[in-house]
Structures are given as C-alpha cells and as structure tokens.
C-alpha cells in the first residue's frame, strides 16, 4: 500500500470512529429532554438509554467476522449508513417513543461494527504509514473524542434552537453520511486477506486465559465500573439537579457528559504511568477514583449542588478512563496475541454491563433517594476494591 494513500486515508476511517462516538451518545441530552419537557417517566427513558446494548454486543461480536468475510470497508460504510438511519429514526421520537428504542438498537449495532472493524481498519492504515503503534491510540481518541462531542452536540442544539427533539438525529445522520463519502476511496485489505485475529474466537489459549485466576479477580471485578462510572456521571446525575438550572437542562447533560469523556482521554498517561507489571497498582487507582466519584455524586443528589455534579463527572470521568486503561493492560501482559481479541471481548461485555446502572438506579428509586443509591454503589465499588486488593500481587504473568 503506498504511504501516501496510507497517510490520507488514516483521517476519514478515524472521522468514521468519531461518528460512531458521537451517534451512541447523542441521547445522553436528548433523554434529559425527554424527561423534562416531553415529561416521559424515568424508568422508560433509563430503558431506552439501556437498549443500545442489545445493538452494541452482537456489533462487537460479528464486526471481526463480517470485515473478513467482506473487506472492513465493506463493514465500516455499512455501519456507517445505518447509524444515519438510526439517527433519522430517533428524529421521530417526537411521534412515537417506539422510535426511540429501534434507534438506540439500530445506533448499538452499528457502532459495534465501527468500533471493531474501523480499529482493525485504522491501524492498518496506520501501519501502512509506517505507524503501527499509532493506530490504537487514534482509535481510542476518535471514539473518545466522539462520545464527547455527540453529547457536547446534541446538548446545544436542543438547548438553542427549535425542534430539540428532531434537530439533534438529523445532524448527526448528516455528519455520518459525510464520513460515509470520505471513507469510499480509502484503500482496505480485501476480504480474503483480513487478519482472522480481526475476529474473537475462543482458542484453547484464550479459554483458559478467561480462567485465569488474575483475569477473574483482577480485571473482571474493575471492568462495570468502565461504563458503570461514565453512565452515572452523565446520565444519572444531570437531571437530579434539573431543578437548580431551569431552562439549561439538556446544555448541562451534554456539557457534564462532554467533561466525563475528556477527563477520561486525558488520563491515558496517568494509567500508563501508574502501570505496574507486578502489582495491581493502576486498577486500584482507578476503583478508588471511581469510589470517590460516586460518593461526590450522593453528596450532589443530597445537597441539590451543580457544582458537585460536575466535580463528579471528573472523578467519575478519570475512573472511567482509569479503570479501560488498565484492564486492557492487564490483558496485554496475561495473553498471547492470539488470544487477546477473545479476552478482550469479555472484557467489554463485562464493562459495557455498567450500561445497566441508570436503569437499575431508575428501578430502585422508588424504594430509597438516589444519595442513597449511589451510596450502595460505591459500597458495592468498595467491595470489588477488596476483592482486586487481595489479588493484586498474585497469579502474576510469567515475564
């Protein structure tokens, strides 16, 4: 592949990612509108919020097997294409919430294949490049840098201009048919020459690495403390202090949910400097950081107190970015390189679960106040802290 084809090409494939970002976490605003304005229940819009899931999962899991079988961009401008679809789709929430949750699934599939294909994508470019470390790093801050500006997004178009609950989908479906268009020239391994690694399969290797006692009670009890953290900061707390910021609810959402996010990037370095190959030492940082964040986040849901939430959304923000940071490098140190996409699909499955705490906060909010609530989560933080404490020096990889 020549370099130069390589070099241009790396952009619109991380445009792609940033899309894909930016689709997933649009609704972090727009449900603080659904809640307060259009006045749906909170159980409800926690479920929609929910759903992307039963999207997001099966994405991650056929991404690697579609890119081979039919090139990854192939996969990627598919994906692409249904996430405006989805987009379009959510604009009708207005007319019926059924909608809604066709969107979130349609949005979860296709990011899945983005953020599976579009990584394997993008660092085959950036190999191509002569950047072969380069290509997950641009792919961690271009779905980063997305999830920020989809909220960021989405926040300020309901807040200021008409239609909060249409303009928001139809932005977003234009910006991914833009990134559709740049992605159509942008050279890509055909299918039969796609890496088989591209895809997650379960080799000897890789189950008994899934058993490993320092992958059970090291990584595992961290990862739904992932999305676990970020949800809590940006679509839990937000509406909890709705009533201390009359007429900027949704330009608050997409601003804590923009913050939680770059936090989160930012702290990359932290988590490679707080890395330690011998102790657990960067994943008890981070549950820490996560612990602390919650605890901030029930004395906000307490004392009614903006000013907490957004201190929050930064602890809860650098947790979360702690906490991927470090699993991932536990599992660079315990696998093989055959077996990593298999262990790494765990551990998303595991970290994306903390997509389930605002709708179990939702649930449960009727039996206890969410200062409460957040109080036994992070009790339940604190638990898993013990947990990886006790592990953190043992079952250590052979160097």
Known sequence: MPV?????????????LFVAGWGANQFAPL??????????????????????????????????????????????????????????????????????YVSRIATGLAAGLVLTAGTAWLRELSAG????????????????????????TAGSLAEWLPGPTVLPGLVHAAVALLALGATAR??????????????????????ALLAHP????????????????????????????????????????????ALTFAVGLAVRPLADRLDHAHSARATLVAMVTVIGGLLVGACAAYGDSVGLVVFAAVLLGGGYGLTLASGLREIERLAPPAA????????????????????????????????????????????????????????????
Request: glycine residues 10%; positive net charge; hydrophobic residues 55%.
């Open 340 to 399: 990593r996409p298999s262990t790494a699909f765990v551990h998303q499955g595991a970290a994306y679960s903390g997509f389930l705490a605002p709708l179990l906060l939702a649930v449960t909010a009727g039996a206890a106040p969410y200062a409460a609530l957040l109080a036994g989560l992070a009790a339940g933080g604190l638990f898993c802290l013990t947990v990886t404490a006790r592990f953190s020096r043992r079952h250590l990889p052979r160097a």
């Open 214 to 257: 320092r992958f059970l009670w090291v990584v595992l009890p961290a990862s739904p403390a992932v999305f676990g953290a970020s949800t809590v900061a940006y679509v839990v707390l937000p509406p909890l202090v709705a009533d201390r910021i009359p007429g900027y609810e949704p330009v608050f959402s997409g601003l804590v949910a």
């Open 129 to 152: 490049a002569g950047r072969p470390d380069a290509g997950a790093v641009r792919a961690a801050y271009a779905t980063g840098g997305g999830f920020a500006a989809g909220a960021l």
């Open 31 to 100: 449900s603080v509108v659904y809640r307060t304005q259009e006045r749906w229940p909170a159980v409800p819009v926690a479920a929609m919020f929910t759903t992307y899931l039963l999207g997001l999962l099966p994405g991650l899991l056929l991404g690697g097997p579609a890119a081979r079988r039919a090139g990854r961009r192939r996969v990627v401008r598919s994906a692409l294409a249904l996430s405006a679809a989805a987009s379009v789709v959510l604009a009708a929430a207005a007319v019926s919430q059924a909608a809604v």
């Open 186 to 207: 942008v050279p890509g391994a055909p299918p039969t020459t796609v890496a088989a690694a591209a895809q997650p399969r379960f080799t000897a290797s890789g189950r």
């Open 4 to 16: 130069s084809r390589a070099v241009r090409g790396w952009i619109p494939v991380a445009a792609a």
